[in-house]
């Protein structure tokens, strides 16, 4: 392989951008990116283990990584850290009992050092149930505020009803990525 290949090739990982898509079990990760991708959300079974979905948007190379949120593998999200550019921490806004959970994994997370620095979308999904938190109040319980660490967005979604919101929390993981670590 040449060298200009090489070079061509590097550039084109330039334009790649790898991102972990966590949160607890039933939160709405796996409909997240079905909705994304224009694919059927009736049957979604849980994770178990992980699912490699890529998007494009142009110029960039979306690789997410959604791994299941079971308590028993929890403990394996840490395989997947290396080389991340970007978290996706989807919450399930209807859940009220686990939301302190839900906070304590994600800021657990954020002290990891392979994750350092990596720009954080946060989707508060099931915005169309009943008794949902609103963004303010899930930004509050996750303690968002005091994130040091991290660049952070929080956005609204009914991911198994529609996909607003979606594409426009990403195209912002794309810019703050683009902004801060592919430059």
């Known amino acids: 392989?040449?060298?200009?290949?090489?070079?061509?090739?590097?550039?084109?990982?330039?334009?790649?951008?790898?991102?972990?898509?966590?949160?607890?079990?039933?939160?709405?990760?796996?409909?997240?990116?079905?909705?994304?991708?224009?694919?059927?959300?009736?049957?979604?079974?849980?994770?178990?283990?992980?699912?490699?979905?890529?998007?494009?948007?142009?110029?960039?190379v979306l690789n997410f990584w959604d791994i299941g949120g079971q308590r028993t593998i929890r403990a394996y999200w840490r395989n997947?850290?290396?080389?991340?550019d970007a978290l996706v921490w989807v919450v399930d806004s209807a859940d009220r009992t686990r939301l302190g959970d839900c906070a304590e994994e994600l800021h657990a997370l954020l002290k990891e050092d392979r994750l350092m620095g990596?720009?954080?979308?946060?989707?508060?999904?099931k915005q169309d149930i009943a008794g949902a938190l609103s963004v303010e109040e899930i930004s509050r319980v996750l303690r968002l505020d005091i994130l040091a660490t991290h660049r952070w967005s929080i956005r609204p979604c009914c991911a198994a009803v529609a996909a607003d919101n979606l594409l426009d929390g990403i195209r912002w993981l794309v810019n703050d990525v683009s902004a801060h670590v592919l430059h």
């Open 1 to 60: 392989m040449g060298l200009l290949s090489i070079i061509r090739k590097l550039k084109a990982k330039d334009h790649e951008l790898r991102i972990l898509v966590l949160g607890l079990d039933n939160a709405g990760k796996t409909t997240i990116m079905k909705r994304l991708t224009d694919q059927p959300t009736s049957t979604i079974s849980p994770t178990l283990g992980f699912n490699i979905t890529t998007f494009s948007l142009p110029p960039y």
């Open 80 to 84: 997947y850290f290396e080389q991340t």
């Open 118 to 125: 990596a720009s954080l979308l946060v989707f508060a999904n």
